[in-house]
Structures are given as C-alpha cells and as structure tokens.
C-alpha cells in the first residue's frame, strides 16, 4: 500500500518536472545578469577567472554565509557524535608497508596541488573549495595510511576559525576604507598575473584553509570514533 | 538534451530511492544521487552551444560565446555544503544505530507512518 | 554526442543497481560512479571548475565518510517482507 502511494507521488513529481522542462530550451542564453558579468567582469574586478569573479566578489556575501552553514554543519556532527566515554587505548593494526610507503610519498604532493590550485584560483579554474577539498582528501590519505596518528582536533578548529576571521575581516575593512562590506579596497593590477584582483585572492586562500580543515576535521571526527569503539 | 534526460533521470531514481527504501544509509545515498541530480539540471541550464568554460585564459581573448558564470558559481558551493550536510546526516544515523540497534526505519520507534 | 550519450546510459543504470543492490557497499560504489561520471559531463558542459569540485568531493570524500559511516553500523540491507 505504501509503496503504491509512494509510486503515485512520484508520478505527479516526474510529470511536473517534464512539464517544466520541456519548457527550457536547450543551448541558449537565457540571463542578461550572466553576459553583464562576461563583458565587465574583468575590468571591474580584474579576475579572469568569471566563476571567481560571481563567487568572492559579486556574490560574496552569499559566500559568506554559505561558509558559515559549512561551519555549522561541522560543528553539529561533532556535537553528536561527541561522547562522555573514557578514550580507551586504541589496539589498531598497523598498515602494511606498501600502503604506509605510498602513502607518505603521495602526501605532499597532493597537498602541494591543493595549494597551488587554491592559490591560482583566480587565474585558472580551481579556487578555495575545489583546492580546501583536494587537501582534506590528502588529510584521508594520511588516516588510510598511519592509523595510529591522528589528526590534531585544536589544529583544524583554529585554521578554521582563523579562515573565518580573515574572511570577515577583509569585508570589514571594505566597509570601513569605502562604504560597504566586502568592497574590493586594494588595487587591482593587471589581469593575468598572479599578484591581481585586490581581496579576491586572500580572501579565496582564506576560504582555502578554511573549507580543507574542515572536511579535514568531519573526516577525524567520523573516523577517530570508530577505532574508539571497535 | 540528452543532458536534461540524465538529470530527471538521476532526480527521479533519488526520490524513489528515498520515498521507497526502508534503509537509513540507502536513503542517505539516494539523497546523494538526488543532488548530483540537481546539480547536473543546473549547469545544463547555463550550457550555451560551442560556447567556451567563463575564463580569459590568455590576454587577447575575446568573449563572443561563453556559458553562463552564475550557475556555475551557484552549484560550486552547493557540492562543497552537500558534502558536509551528508556528514551530518550519517552522523545522526550512526547515532541512531547505537541507541535501537538497527538501521531499519520501519522498527525504529517514532518514525512509522 | 554518442560518447555522451552512452555516459548518460552508463550513469543511469549505476543509479539504478545503487537502488537494487542490498549490500550496502555495493550500492555505494555504485553511487560513486555516478558522481564520478557527472564530473566527466560537467566538463563536457564547459564547466571545469564544478568538474573539478565534483571530482574531489563527490568522488572521494563522500565515499570514504560513507565506508566509515557502514563500517560503525551495518553492511547488510535487510529484508523488507518481515516488517
């Protein structure tokens, strides 16, 4: 019975969703908002990077707070999943030598990318979240890879916290130097070279530190318990 | 257009998957195909044919035809906050196990319908 | 436009046997080769940035936090007639 009430909801679901799809045209340009940002946006914000461009400086407000649900997701899966347990001495077997060896070489490297790409994001595709995902992946690495070692929990909260602050610090500064928050108060130099865009790139290394310590940080949280208990 | 079919297509398997299963961690990955659904219809939306990826590469490039920015920028950090919402997620589910001993959503108190 | 074509196909029947499978695992692999394969179509889609997020996140690290969710509870699926 369940099942077929189930299966009648989602037919009236999928024939709305046809009926509006056939309505949008494939392959054509629809928004004007999207070619304003196309023509001006590199010289209003000298970044040739346009996602970039919408991200931290047209849309950074909206950035912002998209940041901080991040922040609160991070803090609430600690929140449950914090018990009152005693922390018991942890029995975990070792990993074998090829996948320790692998992976203390494969490391560095993949946290060197993850900076280069959050570094050049405004320049080539990548930028804070792409680059934040790329080094918690490497922090996976690590916990495949050396089990016994863990992932300081007081580190990733105060990278964090500090992404957090130097974002909400730049915004103020705009406010204060021109008028509203989260004005792009350097200079802009030129485009295509890595020192341009004014705040766009600290504020996208800022979103970098933040975003990788966090993931970092679910990543120690989900998995730290489990050796706990087993 | 093949592109709008993959996304209802992906749409459709997600809710069926979350309105049908009885598995917590079943829904949970049916939540998760229902996003790179979403995700999928969102970016073909902004697709513009032979049209090139929103970035000036090189100095001298002009823009005559590109896809539009702000879908992009839109699903950029809707994948980043999917992830850490699933975390959340699994977490209550993991919760849940250790308190009724079982992940089934039928057996679990307080949850029929 | 058939090598698009035949990836759309592919990913569509992943998402099924990920709702078909009743080992848990299974059907997560299952799910992370359709991530996997909407990262190769954002790129085709020019969108090379969400390509890439897609990749690093949807690929990776939502697979591994899902092993380490049904590595704390359980692997097996359960039958749905005793209920």
Redesign the interface.
Known sequence: MR?II??L??GI??LG??LT?VK?P??????K??KY???K??EETGV?????S??VNY?GF??LG?VT??FI??L??GA??STRKKKVKRKVEPASLILYTGCRFLFPLILLFGVY?FIHGHL????G??G???V??AF?LIYLGSRERRIGERGTKAIESLGGLIFVVVGLAGLVISGYFLRNFLPKGI??LLFSGGIIPIIYIAIGFK?GS??AG??D???G??SR?S | ?I??LGA?GL??IG??IV??KHNLIKVIIGLSILNTGINLFLI??????KGT???????GLK?IR?V???P??LV??A???G???L??A???A??LYQHYGTLNLRKIREQKW | MIFVTLLVLVMLASAISACVFRDLLNALIASCLVSLIASILFYFLQA??VA??EA??GA??TT??FI??I??TKRYEEDEKNN
């Open positions: 099942r189930s299966i909801l989602l679901v999928a969703i046809i799809l949008i494939f392959g054509v340009s629809k928004t908002v999207g940002y196309i023509d946006g590199v040739t990077n346009i996602v970039t919408v991200v849309r909206d950035t998209e649900v991040l997701a991070a609430g899966l449950v999943l790409i080539t595709p990548g930028g979240f792409q934040g995902a790329i918690a992946s996976l485009p295509n975003v966090e993931l679910i990543i949280n989900l998995g318990a489990v208990l | 257009m592109y709008y209802f749409i459709f809710l069926y309105l049908v073909s939306i902004g697709f513009v044919k990826a929103p970035i000036f590469s090189h100095p823009a590109m539009d920015p702000v992009q920028a950029l950090t994948i980043v906050i992830v850490a919402v975390a959340l699994l977490s209550l993991i919760r | 090379p940035d890439m997020a690093a996140i990776a690290l591994a936090i380490i969710a590595r704390r």
